[in-house]
Structures are given as C-alpha cells and as structure tokens.
C-alpha cells in the first residue's frame, strides 16, 4: 500500500496549530492529527513539547499546588511551637505549607510524561490542583516567529574572528583598496562572502565604513519588494477568485459580503468597508493603522456582539484582495477559541473589478472625503453619520430602495442595534464634505 504523501512545507502554519490544538481536546493520537494536517507524528510531538506552556491559576490563594512529599512528610512546629500535630494534618489557620515549608515542592502530574504531554483532553482538568500545561495554537505560533525572528539576528562570527577581520580588511579599505582587490588577495583569511562582508560594513561591525568604499554611498538603496510578491502568496491556497467561483456555482445561496481598505494620508487611520452583495448594506470602521491586528479587532467585536452563530451565519465568504492587512486569513477566519466563524477568498492581483460592488460603493465615501483628506480626527461617531446616510441613499439597482430597508428583511436585526445603524430621512441625506464638519 502507499502511503499518504506529506505536505511539502517544512514549518508548521497557525491553521494547522489550531487543528492540533482542536484535536488535542477531543482526545485525538498523534498519529490521527498527522493524518489530518499531513504531517509526521513526531512533528506533532516536538511542537507541543516545546511551545506548551503553564496554564495560570486564578485560584492558587485558596488551593496551592499539593506538595509531592505530602505523604512522606513527618514536619512539625512550622507553624506554632506549641502545635504537636503532623503539619500535613494540622487543621489550625495559620501559614501555609507553601509559605513556610522548606521541603515543600510541587507536584507534577505523571501522565505530563507521556503523550499527549499536556492537559488539554484530561477530563479531569476543571477540577485538578496540580500545575497544568495546555497547548495554545496561537502561544505556540508566536513562540515560533518570535524564535524565526531571533534565529536571523545577529552575525554569525565570534568576537575573535571579527577582530581579526577587522584589523585585516579595514586598513587596506581606508588605502582605496577594492573589495574585490582585497579578495582576489586575502579571501581565505576573511573567511566571508563578499556580500557578507558589504553587510558588516553596512552594519557597523567593522571599523571601515560605507564612506570609506569608493562608490557605496553613490548609490540609491534598492526598494524593498512589496509583501505580495510571488514568493509570499501561499496564503491564496486554495482561495483563489476560481475556488470562490467554484463555491458560489455549487452553493449559489452563499451569504457573500466584500471586503476592503480605504486610505486617508499613509501612515495614519485608515476605513475598513464591508458590503453585503443580497443587499448593497456596507459597514464602515476606523481603524488605528493598517494592519492585521486592526482588522482581527472589529472581526473580534462583532462575533462578541452577535455571536458566534449569528456571525458565521451573515459572514459566510469574504472576497477581498491581497493586502498586507489580509494576508493572514486564518487569523481572521477563526476565534481566538479555534472555533472557524468564516471563510476568506482572495480577487486575482491586479483585478480589483472582482469585487465590483464595494470598489464602487467607496464613491460614496469620496463625495464626503476627499482623497488625500487625513482620517486621524474622525471618530467611529462620526464615521457611523456617513455610513448610515450611504445607506440611506435610494438605488436604481435595488429598484428604488435603499440599503437600509433592504437589510432590515435579510439581516439579523442586532446587527443594526450594535452598530447604531438607522435610516436617515430621504429629504435630509447629504453626501457633501459638510456631512462631518
């Protein structure tokens, strides 16, 4: 028989951590997990041992942890003189063990030895005093990144080496020597690429300098590739524009809202749009910057607000593009509880018309801010006046009806309790600068 093909990326990803952490409470084997996320088992095995972390007790003042020599202990007169009784039996309120006892150690559960290492399937985790180790799909993926990070830190050199390089190579750089002169001479006594070596220099790690190189100042610092470029979009896998369309041929009743970003001066507060397609609703929220942590805020928000059901019921599918602010979809797609509440498709590069309906809708913004107009004095108040008198403007499209009427009969009302939503008199809709002034 052959065997299942593994999955070709080395690293594991956070939607596969949330798996692992989903199995682990409903008591899954390693082996069953690898089979879901087409790994090995000792993959699963290395990555919860080493990123599990201690669960904080919020109890521990009225149960400490149970000390490991409890039953051996012979102690006396730890807390009283005058008590003659075994302290481990002794009833009188005084310091506890865990204050004053010098052989007191706590003890760890056995089955902690073995798999699954953690406690996060034990049944009898609600009610256990012993210190508790829980894998969390979102702990163990910043503890990676932090780890990918730091790993790329730094110069891989020892202080004796780069003193030797230095004194070798930084004389012969302030003589007018070339980098190349200087390798075709010496390159096995600096035991470094030559890009390795522009970088010390560029760094500061040697005592020559960029305005000692003859042409290294000269030149204009190349611009950094943008964060969609071709070898950073495996977050479109499987949600590719034809994997949305393949969706909505077979599921055509699919509750669809487009999803994007709208710019005041870069750098500063930016809109998040959102526009159900059954009704042409768009929601509009002020966001800090532009960033995935913002967008993941108001997604947090609503499912409180809604409720998880209710959410996943009016967010089905999500069609946006390829931002920065998107590009981790898992993080959106699923609650902090690993529990998914939508799905997220990305339009093709370059093909902004794929999400027609809400590209044109932002003229609705731009009537009232102007492009180029900063955002970082308006409040989410002020952002709810010009989204309730968008939606509160009559379309063609919708034969004569607003957005508003239209979402009242296909929406779930708290949806327009919590976001304030309300419908302006047709006679009093402005959709002038003047609206916010």
Not at 78 to 97: A, H, I, Q, T, Y
Not at 152 to 180: C, F, H, Y
Not at 235 to 247: I, P
């Amino acid at each position: 028989m052959n065997k299942k093909p593994r999955g070709n990326q080395k690293h594991l990803t956070l939607s596969q951590r949330i798996e692992i952490e989903k199995s682990l409470l409903a008591g899954d084997s390693f082996a069953a997990i690898a089979r879901k996320i087409g790994k090995d088992p000792s993959t699963i095995s290395k990555d919860i041992r080493r990123h599990s972390k201690i669960a904080e007790r919020k109890n521990m003042d009225f149960a400490p942890i149970p000390c490991s020599n409890r039953r051996e202990c012979k102690l006396r007169y730890l807390c009283d003189e005058n008590c003659s009784n075994l302290c481990k039996m002794c009833k009188n309120k005084g310091p506890r063990c865990i204050d004053i006892c010098p052989n007191y150690s706590p003890r760890t559960c056995e089955k902690l030895a073995k798999p699954p290492y953690v406690c996060n399937g034990c049944g009898k985790r609600i009610n256990c005093l012993m210190e508790m180790h829980v894998y969390s799909a979102k702990y163990a993926d910043d503890c990676y990144r932090e780890l990918l990070v730091s790993s790329r830190e730094g110069i891989n050199q020892t202080p004796d080496t780069i003193m030797k390089m230095d004194a070798l190579v930084s004389p012969l750089i302030k003589k007018g020597q070339s980098i190349a002169h200087i390798y075709i001479n010496h390159a096995e006594e600096i035991g470094c690429s030559r890009r390795t070596l522009y970088n010390y220099i560029d760094q500061s790690v040697l005592t020559a300098r960029n305005l000692d190189l003859r042409r290294r100042v000269k030149y204009k610092p190349r611009r950094s590739k943008t964060q969609a470029s071709v070898k950073n979009r495996a977050y479109r896998e499987g949600r590719n524009y034809d994997d949305f369309q393949k969706l909505i041929k077979s599921e055509p009743m699919t509750s669809v809202v487009e999803m994007d970003t709208v710019e005041g001066n870069k750098g500063g507060k930016v809109l998040l749009t959102m526009m159900f397609r059954n009704c042409s609703l768009m929601l509009i929220f002020l966001l800090n910057s532009k960033i995935q942590s913002e967008v993941k805020r108001v997604f947090d928000q609503l499912t409180i607000a809604l409720g998880k059901e209710s959410f996943k019921k009016m967010f089905q599918v999500i069609l946006t593009d390829g931002g920065p602010e998107f590009q981790s979809p898992s993080l959106l797609e699923y609650t902090d509880e690993g529990q998914q509440r939508t799905k997220i498709y990305y339009c093709d590069p370059y093909s902004s018309w794929q999400k027609g309906m809400i590209e044109k809708n932002h003229e609705y913004i731009r009537l009232v801010l102007k492009k180029g107009k900063s955002f970082d004095l308006l409040s989410q108040e002020a952002i709810t006046l010009l989204q309730n008198h968008i939606n509160s403007e009559a379309r063609d499209s919708l034969n004569g009806c607003t957005p508003y009427k239209l979402s009242t009969l296909l929406l779930d009302q708290e949806l327009h309790k919590y976001l304030k939503l309300i419908e302006i008199e047709p006679d009093e809709v402005t959709l002038k600068p003047e609206l916010l002034k």
